[in-house]
């Protein structure tokens, strides 16, 4: 049974930082893509970052150049560091494996 758990959301102010966590257990996590969505309230899920069992990334447009997805094969754990923020980035962010979504986290980008 495939589990994973995110941690790291919370309330930030435009321009602050954030790095989420997602552990997984229930796979061979090195074998596997990671992928974190993120939803708003009343939006569809988005993708947002993917890393691909070779370290290969990949970012949704909006994100480029302030987002970045890591892994640490020896924990099970995919990263997504976060800077500058913006207020458009609030939404419960997911991540995604394996047919498997975690619980998600909320990032809450306000003043």
């Known amino acids: 049974q495939v589990q994973l758990v995110e941690s790291g959301g919370g309330l930030v102010q435009p321009g602050g930082s954030l790095r989420l966590s997602c552990t997984a257990s229930g796979i061979v996590f090195g074998l596997y893509a990671m992928h974190w969505y993120r939803q708003a309230p009343g939006t569809q899920r988005e993708l947002v970052a993917t890393i691909t069992f070779a370290g290969t990334t990949n970012y949704a447009d909006s994100v480029k150049g302030r987002f970045t997805i890591s892994r640490d094969n020896a924990k099970s754990t995919v990263y997504l560091q976060m800077i500058s923020l913006k207020p458009e980035d609030t939404a419960v962010y997911y991540c995604?494996?394996?047919?498997?979504w975690g619980q998600g986290t909320q990032v809450t980008v306000s003043s």
């Open positions: 995604h494996t394996a047919g498997t």
